[in-house]
């Protein structure tokens, strides 16, 4: 690789390390602050459903302003929204502050200072037959600062209080426009000279039946992690698992994604993308399963998450990847935002739900298999996928 994509590369990594570790440690504050504001289980999950919703529909606009203007701007003002989201929410009396920080700016933060637009800047400058492994440790660094920040949330969590915990949050997530200088590419040259608009670009992946089904099968990944990411600490507490290793099960999730991201992106510049997609959607119905089979303790539960962890978030390079090389780069952060709108989409379905079943049944046993039964279906959507590149770009190449 060039020295000019190993600087995108550590920008980007840097990026999403500190806006995705953040992101996925709110998991730990659903009791803390369930207790303290006297609010059920169901209005947590609303919350950072609400978030991922947002999160989701801003998406393709911050793709598409990023793929117009560029992604230093987008991430700029994403961070500084996410950043007041979070001091907000550490100031919040009631659930409609929280529905307001946590969930309305937060998630609005969100579409404009994670990977979406960091991939989209790199997904520029790569050669395709890297952007397998090269999205990959993108997506990686998210897990990463996951591995880092849960354990460290619920540290702080133990020894200040659930508030002062956000207000140091609100300042981590300042450093994102500074790692963002990294990943100015000219918006001439990022859109690589095409003539297309961006509304035909649409028009043309929404006839693409691959795309279509890529979008549907995304979803699924959505539910699975939100789910998984605003319940699992609590579910495992609830399980006699200790807050101690209920944190460190959460966080090393993100650990052995780090692995999971890499090795997976890497066997997608080797092997077809949408068959090692479907490998992963079989692989987490498997895992949860199991997890359902065997007694938890201490032990189980960080050994389920290490093995979670290596399918967590490694179907976002291969999905990423796909649209990059079927539809080209120049409206690839447009196109992927909507792709990822449905993932968000998901990622509002399970967090809600998680929430709503566990109040209404008292246990999670319900949502669990919903999960198996939308992994075996997701593995389904995305077999039949095709992902040779448009005969346009085929005749360009």
Same mark, same amino acid.
């Given at each position: 690789?060039?020295?000019?994509?190993?600087?995108?590369?550590?920008?980007?990594?840097?990026?999403?390390?500190?806006?995705?570790?953040?992101?996925?440690?709110?998991?730990?504050?659903?009791?803390?602050?369930?207790?303290?504001?006297?609010?059920?289980?169901?209005?947590?999950?609303?919350?950072?459903?609400?978030?991922?919703?947002?999160?989701?529909?801003?998406?393709?606009?911050?793709?598409?302003?990023? !793929?117009?203007?560029?992604?230093?701007r987008v991430i700029t003002v994403g961070a500084l929204v996410y950043g007041a989201g979070l001091w907000l929410t550490s100031l919040a009396a009631s659930a409609l502050d929280l529905y307001i920080s946590l969930g309305l700016m937060v998630g609005l933060g969100l579409s404009g200072a994670t990977n979406v637009i960091v991939l989209g800047a790199i997904g520029k400058v790569v050669p395709s037959e890297r952007r397998g492994i090269v999205f990959g440790t993108v997506i990686a660094s998210g897990s990463l600062g996951m591995f880092f920040f849960v354990p460290a949330a619920q540290q702080f969590l133990d020894q200040v209080g659930w508030r002062p915990t956000?207000?140091?949050?609100?300042?981590?997530?300042?450093?994102?426009?500074?790692?963002?200088?990294?990943?100015?590419?000219?918006?001439?040259?990022?859109?690589?000279? %095409?003539?297309?608009?961006?509304?035909?670009?649409?028009?043309? %992946?929404?006839?693409?039946?691959?795309?279509?089904?890529?979008?549907?099968?995304?979803?699924?990944?959505?539910?699975?992690?939100?789910? +998984?990411?605003?319940?699992?600490?609590?579910?495992?507490? !609830?399980?006699?698992?200790?807050?101690?290793?209920?944190?460190?099960?959460?966080?090393? @999730?993100?650990?052995?994604?780090?692995?999971?991201?890499?090795?997976?992106?890497?066997?997608?510049?080797?092997?077809?993308?949408?068959?090692?997609?479907?490998?992963?959607?079989?692989?987490?119905? %498997?895992?949860?399963?199991?997890?359902?089979?065997?007694?938890?303790?201490?032990?189980?539960?960080? %050994?389920?998450?290490?093995?979670?962890?290596?399918?967590?978030?490694?179907?976002?390079?291969?999905?990423?990847?796909?649209?990059?090389?079927?539809?080209?780069?120049?409206?690839?952060?447009?196109?992927?935002?909507?792709?990822?709108?449905?993932?968000?989409?998901?990622?509002?379905?399970?967090?809600?739900?998680?929430?709503?079943?566990?109040?209404?049944?008292?246990?999670?046993?319900?949502?669990?298999?919903?999960? +198996?039964?939308?992994?075996? @279906?997701?593995?389904?959507?995305?077999?039949?996928?095709?992902?040779?590149?448009?005969?346009?770009?085929?005749?360009?190449?």
């Amino acid at each position: 690789m060039t020295r000019r994509l190993w600087i995108m590369l550590l920008c980007g990594v840097a990026v999403v390390l500190v806006g995705n570790g953040l992101r996925m440690s709110f998991g730990v504050f659903l009791r803390p602050i369930s207790l303290d504001l006297g609010i059920g289980r169901e209005t947590f999950g609303l919350v950072i459903a609400l978030q991922a919703l947002l999160y989701g529909a801003f998406q393709p606009i911050a793709g598409l302003l990023a !793929d117009r203007y560029g992604a230093l701007r987008v991430i700029t003002v994403g961070a500084l929204v996410y950043g007041a989201g979070l001091w907000l929410t550490s100031l919040a009396a009631s659930a409609l502050d929280l529905y307001i920080s946590l969930g309305l700016m937060v998630g609005l933060g969100l579409s404009g200072a994670t990977n979406v637009i960091v991939l989209g800047a790199i997904g520029k400058v790569v050669p395709s037959e890297r952007r397998g492994i090269v999205f990959g440790t993108v997506i990686a660094s998210g897990s990463l600062g996951m591995f880092f920040f849960v354990p460290a949330a619920q540290q702080f969590l133990d020894q200040v209080g659930w508030r002062p915990t956000m207000v140091a949050m609100a300042m981590l997530i300042m450093l994102a426009p500074l790692f963002a200088l990294g990943l100015r590419v000219p918006p001439v040259a990022a859109g690589g000279g %095409a003539k297309q608009s961006a509304r035909d670009a649409a028009r043309e %992946a929404l006839r693409h039946r691959g795309y279509l089904l890529l979008t549907m099968g995304f979803f699924v990944c959505g539910f699975h992690v939100t789910f +998984i990411g605003t319940h699992f600490p609590a579910y495992l507490s !609830d399980n006699n698992v200790s807050p101690a290793a209920a944190s460190y099960a959460f966080g090393v @999730i993100g650990l052995f994604n780090v692995l999971g991201a890499y090795l997976f992106g890497a066997l997608g510049d080797r092997y077809s993308k949408k068959s090692v997609l479907t490998v992963i959607y079989l692989l987490r119905a %498997a895992l949860m399963t199991v997890m359902l089979i065997m007694p938890l303790t201490d032990v189980t539960a960080i %050994a389920f998450g290490a093995c979670l962890g290596l399918v967590w978030l490694s179907t976002v390079p291969l999905t990423s990847g796909i649209v990059a090389q079927v539809f080209g780069p120049a409206h690839f952060s447009f196109l992927f935002g909507i792709v990822f709108m449905s993932h968000q989409l998901g990622g509002f379905t399970g967090a809600w739900l998680g929430g709503r079943i566990y109040d209404v049944t008292g246990s999670y046993d319900l949502m669990w298999m919903i999960s +198996i039964a939308l992994g075996l @279906i997701s593995a389904a959507f995305h077999w039949p996928i095709s992902d040779r590149p448009l005969a346009r770009l085929q005749t360009a190449g």
